[in-house]
């Protein structure tokens, strides 16, 4: 039961880690499509962390929002790839930086 | 060893579904599917006005099944799906609003839609889509329902902005959106998986009881997953520190959709802010409301000193929205700790206890009712105002001051609307944002949070010298207001509604009569926030 428990945190330290590289590379990167798969590795390290705790406390709760997650990232992803497309038709190689005629 | 089949049914026990509770949604979902699947199909494009019409009807119809479904059962909740939906006279008041929203965003887009080079039957479709999703949100129950809302919201909410793709403003203005949406909602998931972690359930009433059952002070993992969840609805209220994206979506977006943006996706925000507050870590409120009177500090303080420095009006109203997300945090900051104590020793809540937490949030939902028309109308204006003078160019200071100079002069009506519009906003008596405000500051006086309630008052007068300025442009004479350079629009000589969009009118004389009826009788709406605030109290 103890190596059960390490073994869920080191997998919630995975997800964290995920999270984490991926907030910083959406932040960090300016590529869009890059910015899409950096939301994908945030929403994956979450997808890990409810696998792990379902894990843990031996439901399948934590697995069928997983299922959930993932509808939901795909929908995300194909309205962003659309917004990127649209983007990058009319400006070729623009990057997240061109994206700045409104000032905030 | 059980069957097989055995197995099954153990294991795959489907809730009882209570579809009678879920009309209003069916109803949304419905519409916009079979307005696609119309649209799609019919051999000619649909005129743009059957597509109004539909959608016009359906948010009518929703708003008011929600309001046949509240006399029929009063406030008393009634769960369904297995405990993951409810509905009660808080989801059901919110759901009449998004209703309120669909109806008058519809109007107010129908003269734009050409103009923004947006299609009828997509946009119709997205809306009520969107709709759906706030109406979720508002009754979600459970936290993976609520995400679903707040995604169905935000991703119809993207596509929305992006609609008017002819402009490079409204891509920009979606790209910024849709980052920063995914970001928070990842934030927001992540928040959820925490606290799933830490209670083992994400139905807010379980994680309640979970709660009140075992004394833990504190429980970092659900701490961080509560903060994580605040994170997540802060970006999508727009509250300081998390408002970064709003000025420049609010001003890129259409201006019909930027109306809805600012009012029924603030109040889905605030909706699922409440509910997983109130219902599912009360027990924590002791921790958790430092924040919220931090995050309602921040976001009076920023968003009037920010409209102050506006010259564009657009941009003005984006940071006036801050600021009201503000005032609505406060109503929402005011819980008092001893109050959490009480409902500790005698979980359950006696009517009492209910009734002292109840003034705050009964506050909080009467200025989100309030703002929402404000803002509707102020963003119906504004459309009203950029398309009579047919102004076709994509230049981003389209709403400059100075555009509205005179305006008094050529269009003294809606000069007039607006002003109501902008002194609502601003709070002064005999509308409903002085009402609105009075409550909010009350509820905050009345929990000792005196400070709080003292920035209130103070950034109202502070945003007020931001919504004067508009209204002193707008009937300052001509000459000192403006250069000559929109003299042909001031040729008109007729000033009258008569060549303004009849639809657009419509929506604005709606959030006119609303802001003063409500302002000059606010009787009525009180007793439905107080009767909405009471029944999300388990």
Not at chain 2, 369 to 398: E, I
Request: glycine share 10%.
């Amino acid at each position: 039961m103890n190596g059960l428990e390490v073994v869920t945190s080191w997998y919630l330290i995975l997800g964290a880690l995920l999270f984490i590289i991926g907030g910083i590379g959406l932040l960090v990167r300016r590529n869009p499509l890059i910015m899409l798969m950096c939301v994908e590795l945030m929403l994956n390290g979450v997808n890990l962390s409810f696998i792990a705790f379902s894990d843990r406390f031996g439901d399948v709760h934590g697995q069928t929002v997983v299922l959930f997650v993932l509808v939901v990232a795909a929908a995300e992803v194909v309205v962003g790839l659309g917004l990127v497309v649209a983007v990058l038709r009319a400006s070729p190689r623009a990057t997240a930086d061109d994206l700045s005629a409104l000032k905030g | 060893m059980p069957s097989l089949e055995e197995l099954f049914n153990e294991t795959f026990a489907s809730p009882s579904v209570d579809w009678w509770v879920l009309v209003p949604q069916i109803i949304l979902v419905g519409a916009a599917l079979g307005l696609l699947l119309v649209a799609s199909l019919a051999p000619r494009a649909l005129p743009a006005w059957a597509s109004t019409v539909v959608t016009i009807a359906t948010g009518a119809a929703t708003a008011i099944t929600a309001a046949i479904q509240w006399t029929d059962w009063g406030s008393a909740p009634r769960s369904t799906l297995a405990g993951a939906f409810v509905s009660d006279g808080f989801s059901l008041l919110i759901t009449v609003l998004v209703g309120a929203g669909v109806v008058m965003t519809a109007l107010v887009a129908h003269s734009a839609l050409d103009r923004y080079g947006m299609a009828p039957p997509e946009f119709a479709a997205l809306l009520l889509a969107s709709a759906a999703g706030a109406v979720v949100m508002a009754g979600a129950n459970d936290l993976i329902v609520l995400f679903l809302g707040l995604e169905s919201l935000s991703i119809a909410l993207y596509v929305l902005i992006a609609l008017a793709g002819r402009r490079a403003s409204s891509r920009e203005s979606a790209m910024k959106y849709f980052v920063l949406g995914a970001f928070s909602s990842a934030f927001f998931l992540y928040g959820i998986a925490l606290v799933y972690g830490a209670t083992g359930g994400t139905n807010l009433s379980r994680i309640s009881e979970f709660l009140f059952g075992t004394v833990r002070e504190d429980d970092y993992l659900l701490l961080a997953g509560v903060a994580l969840l605040l994170v997540g609805l802060g970006f999508k209220i727009a509250a300081v520190p998390f408002h970064f994206w709003a000025p420049d979506v609010y001003e890129g977006a259409p201006s019909p959709v930027t109306g809805y943006l600012a009012s029924i996706a603030k109040a889905a925000g605030f909706a699922a802010m409440l509910r997983v507050l109130y219902v599912a870590v009360l027990q924590q409120g002791t921790a958790w409301s430092p924040i919220i009177v931090a995050l309602a500090f921040a976001s009076l303080s920023v968003g009037a000193v920010m409209a102050i420095c506006q010259s564009d009006v657009k941009r003005m109203l984006a940071f006036s929205s801050i600021s009201h997300a503000g005032f609505v945090l406060v109503g929402l900051a005011a819980v008092d700790p001893d109050i959490v104590d009480r409902l500790w020793a005698d979980f359950g809540g006696s009517v009492g206890v209910a009734a002292d937490l109840g003034d705050g949030v009964s506050s909080a939902v009467f200025y989100l009712v309030a703002y929402s028309f404000m803002a509707l109308g102020s963003f119906a204006v504004l459309s009203a105002v950029v398309g009579s003078s047919g102004d076709p160019d994509d230049g981003t200071s389209r709403h400059d001051l100075s555009r509205y100079g005179g305006l008094a002069r050529r269009r003294p009506v809606l000069a007039l609307a607006f002003a109501v519009l902008l002194l609502a906003q601003a709070g002064v008596p005999l509308t409903a944002g002085f009402v609105a405000k009075f409550e909010v500051i009350r509820a905050a006086v009345g929990e000792g949070i005196y400070v709080l309630a003292a920035v209130a008052m103070v950034t109202a007068v502070v945003s007020a010298f931001a919504y004067l300025r508009v209204v002193l442009t707008m009937y300052a004479p001509e000459a000192a207001a403006t250069s000559g350079d929109d003299a042909p629009t001031a040729r008109i000589s007729r000033p009258r509604w008569g060549d303004l969009p009849l639809t657009t009118v419509l929506a604005i004389a709606l959030a006119v009569a609303v802001t003063l009826i409500v302002g000059v009788l606010p009787q009525t709406l009180l007793e439905w926030s107080a009767d909405a605030a009471l029944s999300i109290f388990p």
